[in-house]
């Protein structure tokens, strides 16, 4: 897929530990460059009060889930303990790019690797942030319990054995400068296809 300079649309996909701050990196990014836009997943859980369909998720059914896993059309997926299903379907991917934009996918590590595996554009950053400073985040957002935040903490460290299987990593212990770094990534990536922003 390419944009109108005959150029490949990157795909980037934002992966990372819990707690490195991908999701916040990820909204600053679409804020400085309108030529960016995230991809919407596809989900079979219900829907929360407020969100909206096509906006916040896809919400399909488990059978049209199925269906659509049978027929080779998601470019990842994952299957939740509790039995919830979500995934980034290749139609998404082509809408966005066929608007002129290059997808942001923010994905798990697992995910973000089958993506690289799939997409012969998919350009991979893993955000990461020390140990102690993931605990410490972690910790402030009182969103987990002491076991799961020690289960989350022993993740992060196993993702960290596969971060260089990613195109670029970024070390997010300071957000500015963090955010700085991957600006001057996208930048990059985006200026061959003739679109360039600064934040």
């Known amino acids: 897929m390419s944009s109108s300079t005959g150029k490949p649309l990157p795909v980037l996909v934002v992966t990372g530990q819990s707690g490195a701050g991908k999701g916040t990196l990820i909204q600053r990014l679409l804020a400085a460059f309108p030529q960016l836009e995230l991809a919407v997943s596809a989900t079979t859980r219900a829907r929360r009060p407020g969100e909206v369909d096509g906006v916040h998720y896809h919400f399909i059914s488990d059978e049209e ?14 299957a939740f303990p509790w039995g919830q299903r979500s995934g980034t379907l290749v139609s998404e991917i082509a809408r966005i790019v066929d608007d002129g934009k290059a997808c942001v996918l923010e994905l798990e590590t697992e995910g973000a690797l089958a993506v690289a595996e799939r997409e012969p554009n998919a350009v991979t950053i893993f955000v990461t942030a020390p ?45 500015e400068r963090a ?13 061959p296809a003739g679109t360039m922003s600064r934040p």
């Open 65 to 78: 889930f199925d269906r659509r896993l049978a027929a080779d059309e998601f470019l990842e997926y994952h």
């Open 131 to 175: 140990i102690e400073e993931l605990e410490r985040r972690l910790r402030e957002r009182a969103t987990e319990s002491a076991g799961e935040i020690s289960e989350r903490i022993r993740v992060a460290r196993e993702q960290l054995l596969v971060a260089d299987r990613f195109s670029y990593v970024i070390e997010n212990d300071d957000l």
């Open 179 to 191: 955010l700085g770094e991957l600006s001057t990534i996208v930048r990059g990536l985006l200026a």
